[in-house]
Each structure stands twice: as C-alpha cells, then as structure tokens.
C-alpha cells in the first residue's frame, strides 16, 4: 500500500549546486541512480522484515493470534503516523538529504535490535519481547521518517523543463518499490523456513538480511551525496496552516458580538495571514472532509499481512513441484498491482469512457471501496470451508472425546446419561470427529461402560472441562484396559503435522520421523505429540533394543494431527496411521480471488484518491494532503486494533463485519461525493494577483518585529 503512496511527482524547490552530471548523454541525471537502488533496498528490508511478523509473533514469541494482530496492526499504524514527523524535520530543520541520512541511521538500529531479539540464545522470552519491540519502534520512526522524503529528494534532481523525464523516474521508482517487495516476500520466508538456526525457524537470519539490505540502501544513499541537489529548509507548510487555522479559532474566540459576521470561520484569519492562504485552506479543508470515511479501507487493506496470513497457514499449501509458504502469499498482491495497473488505464478505464460514463475519481474510489468488501465477502467463504478441518475448542462445562479401538474385535461403549457413541465401534476405526462429553463442574468422574465379545468392563475416568481426550481400548489378555490420554487439537500455525505414537510392542521403541524423536514405552505406551514437516515418510526408521524396523507412514500433510499405532506383526511392524485432526484439505489457490479484488480495489481507491487529492489542492497545500492521506491508513489499522482486541467474534464473522461495515461507509462516502463540487485551483493565480500585491504592500507598512502573513510561495514539499 505505502509502495504506491510514495510516489510523489512535484518539487519546485530551488536547489543550492549545480546541475549534476547526466546519464548516457540522456537528461537523466546520474543521482538518480542511486536513489533508486536505495528505495529498491530500503523496501526489501521493510517487505521482507514485515511479511515474516505475524508468523514470528505466534510461533516465536508464543503470542497468540489476536494479540500477534494487534501488534502488527500497531506496528503498520505507528509507521504511518510517523511521515508527518519526517516531513517537519526535512522542511523545518535538516533539509531532505540530512533527514534521510539520519533516519537511515535509525531504520538500521531498529533492524539490527529486532534481529538480535530473534535470537533464541540470548536471554528469556521478555528480553526478546522487550527488543523486538524496541527494534519495530525505530524501524517505525525510520522508514514513516523517510517516507515523505525520497520520493520528493529524487524529483528535486531534475531540472524544472524535463517534465517528461522526471515522469518516467517515478515510473521507475515505482517498479523499483514493487520489485523490493515482491522479491523480499518471496525470500525472506525461504530464510525462515528452510534454514533451520537454533533448532528451529531462523527468524535471526530472516530478519537480518533485510537488516543487511537497509545498511546497503543507506551506504548506497551517501555514496551518491556529492552528486545531489540538496534542497535547504523552507518551513512545513503543514505548521503554517496549522497557525492560521489556530488564529481563526481564537480571533472568533475573542471577537465581540457586535463584529460583523464573516462568511466562514477561516475568514477570521485575514487579519494575520493572506486570503490566498485561507482559500487554499478552504479547498483543503474541503478535500480533508471526504477523508474521514477513507480508513475503513485501510482497516481491510492491510488485513492481508495479519488474518490473511493466519488463514492461509490452515490451508493447502502444495503446488507440486514446491510448498508455498504462508507468509510468501502477499507478494500476489505487488505482482498484480504491476499487471492491474496498465490493464485499468488502458483497457477498463477506455471502455468505460466508451459507454458515456462519467467515471469521476470519487465514482472510481467507490468502486474500489465495493471491491474491497467483496474481497472479504470472498475470504469469508474461504474461512467457512477451512475451519471444517479444525476442531474447536470445547466450552466450559463440556470436554471433546474420541476412542481409538485397539482390541480385536468391535466395542460397544456407554457413558452415563450422555447417549454418545451409540453404535458399536470397529477394530483400528478411525474416529471422523470427537463428541462433546457434557461435565457437571470444572471436572467430573464418568463411569465407560464397555461391552466386548458379550463380556461387560468398566473404566471410572475423570473428565476436565475445555480439554479433548482420546479414550484408547486395548486388549490385556481377557480384558480390555482403558487408557485416557489428553489430545492437542491445534492446528500447526507453520503448517506442519503433529503426530504421537502408541506402541502395540512389548519392547520400548525409539521413532524418529522428521528430525523429531519419539521415545514410546512399551505394552501400549504413548508418545507426547510433536510437529514434524509436511512430507512423505516412507522410509521411518524404527530401533528397539534387539530389532531395526522400516515404517511406512505415507503422507504426513498439512495441519493435521495423527495417532500411529505400531502393531507388531511376524517379523516385524506395522504402522495404523490415525487422523485426529483432519488436513487443510482448502487449497491456497482459492485465496487468489480475494488478492484479486483487493488489489483491484487498491488501484481504484489508493490511486485514484492520490490523483484526486492533488488535483484538488494548491501546489503548497499537497504536502498538508499527502500527510493526511498517509494518517488514514494509521486509522484504519487502529480500527483492526479494536475490532481483534475488543469484539472476540469468530473470524469468519470478523470478515463479515468489516465488509459490512466498508459497504456502509461506501454508501456515506458516496453520498459526500454527490455534493462535492471538482475545483481548479491553479486558477488561483488570477484570483489573487491583486490580493498578492496588496499584502505585499501591507507587509511593507508592518512594525519591525510583526509577523509576516504567508505569501503566495508555490512550494512542493512531499509527505
């Protein structure tokens, strides 16, 4: 999303060296250069780092799913709030170049603490809490402090009549950006995954890469100083504007009731600032109000790094020739912001125009809005098919329960006063789903009845609520012997299959499947459950004490949980392989839809809401927009913020809701767009040529010392 608000295609500002040096005899100037390969690692390093957070914060540092979408949402919010930061310092105090030196310096602190925290050696789990966030807050201040600044910094290169080729920069700017994220997204989950560091995902490695990329971007960034133009500060337009409108407010404030009433409260500026000032900021103010509905939006734009990547981690993840890794999903969407694009300026926009519709740009970010929505009424019904492979946690007062009938023959089992399990169950069956055991308290003891070859046995178990069991029946000479075992019913976040054995042997056996070893007691004892990677297992090595076996467990698949029963047979074993919790059997491909209309959507409403902002407003007044414009996706993700943390609903009906409510907004939003009227405002200059004069006059009579009003300074600074 920042990929495409960075680009900015004005600056004006007057620079303090000479022309720089051209490339290839073009009127490109050699700076250039260097400024794009910056951005290309700059996003790299922020992409790469941001695609692997919500999976780090699960998996590494235990959090569980709506605290880890809290803090990523937090994480995307602080680094839009921060360009307004940026902005001031590079327009009041340090000039661009500075800014984005010194806050380069600040982005690669951020990267190297967040790296350090992600390695598991280095103290407990609250010093890694502790410098991971301490890493994201700089890494925040960093890239929000830049932001405003490079885009801007490359246009100031070129000398004001090479329009043309200042276009194609930023056109170039721009692959750049989307190449930095679709690469980083696609790589850094290879780093995470299928390195293996500290016994585990290398997290230290897939943060340090970036971390390596963002110290290049600014070794790359003052390798080219002695090239640049260095634009000086000229002052944060943003703070005069906020003076003017703070003066209205208090010289209304103070004036009497007897003062003639003035057209509208910004008036009540003009004995301070210019009437060229306060119209401009009646046009922005104007724009700034169709602003307030925009962060809904954002709130489901940048779901797709948070609740998408969560869904896609109980999906199929299998292409054949490779296994696609959850987190590398987002970068669908920077590849088909590059395919959208031509598409919609040269095909669906034309045909459009074709049919006589007056597509305005408040029509086109309406649409996008819809767009949107659908894409989370798509991923709706994607969640609804994959949470039939999961098995939800029981309520209190209830437990889950499944049995496993090890013995030779069918069982019939009772339990008082529930009627579970009316029919008998079969030898080696495998159970599809567990029951709800109903408890009277927090836990309770129930009496199995069990019935075998017309013989009646009974099993006092001791049942707690909010836990799933497995009641394993197996044969002890004449009588069946009752085993309760509590289950894991989480799926794997990463992806992996968890698997536990009972071992049917009369000799201890030691299992190693995956690089995970499974010590299993003998005469029916049961390994813990441990994750073990999706793959085909037929060649598991087996060792007892006296013997070698060679098990062949099959498929292992995806996010689903297995008991293996190893049955001895003449001259060796066999493997009863159990699903206790079913395979993602959704496949990853049918989160392609709603990437589609998301991106879709973005192109709509991100775009043309950019295009529209600075057609709207005065060329010194862009900056304002741009600044504000950045703040609605800080809102938006403040609203995920809320929703995750504060309304607990399941996440299907999460998805439903944050549809629901974009469509509402659409229709208020499109309402507000009805009684907008579209404004000129380079015509600004003939209105006020004579008020340009007067104030000049004006400010010719003032007392040494007093306050100049702004004057019509046409300055072009980006946020």
Same mark, same amino acid.
């Not at 790299?44 to 709506?66: E, I, P, R, V």
């Not at 327009?91 to 190297?112: E, Q």
């Not at 009972?502 to 190693?512: D, I, P």
């Not at 090595?541 to 029963?565: E, H, P, R």
């Given at each position: 999303?920042?990929?495409?608000?960075?680009?900015?295609?004005?600056?004006?500002?007057?620079?303090?060296?000479?022309?720089?040096?051209?490339?290839?005899?073009?009127?490109?100037?050699?700076?250039?250069?260097?400024?794009?390969?910056?951005?290309?690692?700059?996003?790299?390093?922020?992409?790469?780092?941001?695609?692997?957070?919500?999976?780090?914060?699960?998996?590494?540092?235990?959090?569980?799913?709506?605290?880890?979408? /809290? @803090?990523?949402? !937090?994480? %995307? #919010? $602080?680094?839009?709030?921060? =360009?307004?930061?940026g902005?001031?310092?590079? +327009?009041?105090?340090?000039?661009?170049?500075?800014?984005?030196?010194?806050?380069?310096?600040?982005?690669?602190?951020?990267h190297?603490?967040?790296?350090?925290?992600?390695?598991?050696?280095?103290?407990?789990?609250?010093?890694?809490?502790?410098?991971?966030?301490?890493?994201?807050?700089?890494?925040a201040?960093?890239?929000?402090?830049?932001?405003?600044?490079?885009?801007?910094?490359?246009?100031?290169?070129?000398?004001?009549?090479?329009?043309?080729?200042?276009?194609?920069?930023f056109?170039?700017?721009?692959?750049s950006i989307?190449?930095?994220s679709?690469?980083?997204?696609?790589?850094?989950?290879?780093?995470?995954?299928?390195?293996?560091?500290?016994?585990?995902?290398?997290?230290?490695?897939?943060?340090?890469?970036?971390?390596?990329?963002?110290?290049?971007?600014? /070794? @790359?960034?003052? !390798?080219? %100083? #002695? $090239?640049?133009?260095?634009? =000086?500060?000229?002052?944060?337009?943003?703070? +005069?504007?906020?003076?003017?409108?703070?003066?209205?407010?208090?010289?209304?404030?103070?004036?009497?009731?007897?003062?003639?009433?003035?057209a509208?409260?910004?008036?009540?500026?003009?004995?301070?600032?210019?009437?060229?000032?306060?119209?401009?900021?009646?046009?922005?103010?104007?724009?700034?109000?169709l602003?307030?509905?925009?962060?809904?939006?954002?709130?489901?734009?940048?779901?797709?790094?948070?609740?998408?990547?969560?869904?896609?981690?109980?999906?199929?993840l299998?292409?054949?020739?490779?296994?696609?890794?959850?987190?590398?999903?987002?970068?669908?969407?920077?590849?088909?912001?590059?395919?959208?694009?031509?598409?919609?300026d040269?095909?669906?926009?034309?045909?459009?125009?074709?049919?006589?519709?007056?597509?305005?740009?408040?029509?086109?970010?309406?649409?996008?809005?819809?767009? !949107?929505?659908?894409?989370?009424?798509?991923?709706?019904?994607?969640?609804?098919?994959?949470?039939?492979?999961?098995?939800?946690?029981?309520?209190?007062?209830?437990?889950?329960?499944?049995?496993?009938?090890?013995?030779?023959?069918?069982?019939?089992?009772?339990?008082?006063e529930?009627?579970?399990?009316?029919?008998?169950?079969?030898?080696?069956?495998?159970?599809?789903?567990?029951?709800?055991?109903?408890?009277?308290?927090?836990?309770?003891?129930?009496?199995?009845?069990?019935?075998?070859?017309?013989?009646?046995?009974?099993?006092?178990?001791?049942?707690?609520?909010?836990?799933?069991?497995?009641?394993?029946?197996h044969?002890?000479?004449?009588?069946?012997?009752?085993k309760l075992?509590?289950?894991?019913i989480?799926?794997?976040?990463k992806?992996?299959?968890?698997?536990?054995?009972?071992?049917?042997?009369?000799?201890?056996?030691?299992?190693?499947?995956?690089?995970q070893d499974?010590q299993? !007691?003998?005469?029916?004892?049961?390994?813990?459950?441990?994750?073990?990677?999706?793959?085909?297992?037929?060649?598991?090595?087996?060792?007892?004490?006296?013997?070698?076996?060679?098990?062949?467990?099959?498929?292992?698949?995806?996010?689903?949980?297995?008991?293996?029963?190893?049955?001895?047979?003449?001259?060796?074993?066999?493997?009863?392989?159990?699903?206790?919790?079913?395979?993602?059997?959704?496949?990853?491909?049918?989160?392609?839809?709603?990437?589609?209309?998301?991106?879709?959507?973005?192109?709509?409403?991100?775009?043309?809401?950019?295009?529209?902002?600075?057609s709207?407003?005065?060329?010194?007044?862009?900056?304002?927009?741009?600044?504000?414009?950045?703040?609605?996706?800080?809102?938006?993700?403040?609203?995920?913020?809320?929703v995750?943390?504060?309304?607990?609903?399941?996440?299907?009906?999460?998805?439903?809701?944050f549809?629901?409510?974009?469509?509402?907004?659409?229709?208020?939003?499109?309402?507000?767009?009805?009684?907008?009227?579209?404004?000129?405002?380079?015509?600004?200059?003939?209105?006020?040529?004579?008020?340009?004069?007067?104030?000049?006059?004006k400010?010719?009579?003032?007392?040494?010392?007093?306050?100049?009003?702004?004057?019509?300074?046409?300055?072009?600074?980006?946020?």
């Amino acid at each position: 999303m920042d990929k495409k608000m960075d680009i900015t295609q004005e600056s004006d500002e007057k620079t303090k060296v000479k022309h720089s040096p051209k490339l290839c005899g073009t009127n490109y100037p050699v700076s250039i250069a260097f400024i794009v390969v910056n951005e290309f690692c700059e996003r790299f390093s922020y992409y790469g780092m941001k695609a692997l957070l919500t999976l780090y914060f699960m998996n590494y540092l235990h959090w569980d799913k709506n605290l880890s979408t /809290v @803090v990523y949402h !937090a994480f %995307s #919010s $602080l680094c839009y709030f921060t =360009p307004v930061l940026g902005a001031i310092i590079a +327009d009041s105090w340090l000039g661009k170049f500075r800014t984005i030196i010194y806050l380069s310096i600040v982005y690669v602190i951020g990267h190297v603490v967040k790296s350090v925290g992600a390695i598991p050696t280095l103290g407990d789990n609250t010093m890694h809490v502790v410098l991971s966030l301490t890493g994201l807050v700089l890494i925040a201040i960093g890239t929000g402090g830049i932001k405003p600044c490079v885009s801007a910094f490359g246009g100031d290169q070129f000398e004001e009549e090479h329009v043309e080729e200042r276009r194609k920069f930023f056109s170039i700017f721009y692959m750049s950006i989307n190449a930095g994220s679709v690469l980083s997204t696609i790589i850094t989950p290879i780093l995470r995954g299928d390195v293996q560091c500290f016994e585990g995902d290398c997290y230290a490695l897939a943060f340090g890469v970036p971390a390596a990329l963002m110290l290049i971007a600014l /070794v @790359v960034f003052i !390798a080219g %100083s #002695s $090239l640049y133009k260095k634009s =000086p500060p000229e002052g944060n337009v943003l703070l +005069d504007v906020c003076r003017c409108m703070v003066f209205a407010v208090k010289n209304r404030w103070r004036s009497s009731k007897t003062d003639p009433k003035r057209a509208h409260w910004l008036d009540w500026a003009e004995e301070k600032f210019s009437k060229r000032l306060i119209q401009e900021i009646k046009m922005v103010l104007r724009v700034l109000l169709l602003y307030i509905p925009l962060p809904m939006f954002w709130a489901l734009f940048d779901q797709q790094g948070s609740r998408w990547t969560l869904q896609a981690t109980r999906m199929n993840l299998d292409f054949g020739p490779f296994v696609l890794k959850p987190d590398q999903m987002q970068m669908l969407n920077a590849l088909l912001i590059l395919v959208f694009i031509p598409i919609f300026d040269m095909g669906v926009y034309p045909l459009i125009g074709l049919c006589k519709i007056n597509f305005t740009p408040l029509k086109k970010m309406a649409a996008g809005m819809i767009l !949107a929505a659908l894409a989370f009424v798509a991923a709706t019904i994607v969640e609804v098919n994959v949470i039939k492979t999961v098995v939800e946690a029981p309520p209190a007062g209830q437990s889950l329960l499944q049995i496993l009938n090890l013995a030779d023959g069918e069982v019939r089992v009772t339990i008082s006063e529930t009627g579970l399990f009316p029919e008998p169950i079969k030898p080696y069956e495998d159970p599809w789903e567990y029951q709800r055991l109903p408890l009277n308290g927090i836990s309770q003891n129930h009496t199995v009845k069990i019935k075998y070859d017309a013989v009646d046995f009974n099993c006092v178990l001791s049942f707690h609520e909010q836990k799933a069991y497995s009641l394993i029946l197996h044969k002890d000479i004449a009588n069946i012997e009752c085993k309760l075992v509590e289950d894991l019913i989480e799926k794997s976040e990463k992806g992996d299959a968890f698997v536990r054995f009972v071992n049917a042997n009369n000799e201890g056996l030691n299992v190693t499947v995956g690089g995970q070893d499974f010590q299993v !007691a003998p005469a029916y004892g049961i390994s813990p459950s441990k994750s073990v990677m999706r793959a085909q297992y037929s060649d598991v090595k087996c060792m007892s004490d006296q013997n070698q076996y060679s098990l062949d467990l099959g498929l292992l698949d995806f996010g689903a949980s297995y008991t293996v029963i190893l049955d001895p047979i003449p001259n060796g074993l066999v493997a009863r392989k159990m699903e206790d919790v079913h395979a993602n059997n959704v496949h990853i491909a049918w989160q392609v839809p709603q990437y589609a209309l998301i991106t879709a959507g973005e192109v709509m409403f991100s775009i043309t809401g950019l295009e529209f902002s600075y057609s709207q407003a005065p060329a010194n007044m862009k900056s304002v927009l741009q600044a504000v414009w950045l703040m609605t996706v800080a809102f938006g993700n403040v609203i995920v913020l809320i929703v995750a943390e504060g309304a607990g609903l399941q996440q299907w009906v999460e998805f439903v809701l944050f549809a629901a409510l974009l469509v509402a907004v659409c229709l208020i939003f499109s309402i507000m767009g009805h009684f907008y009227t579209y404004v000129n405002p380079d015509r600004l200059d003939e209105m006020f040529s004579e008020d340009t004069i007067d104030d000049n006059e004006k400010n010719s009579k003032r007392h040494p010392g007093e306050e100049v009003p702004l004057k019509n300074v046409a300055r072009n600074t980006k946020i």
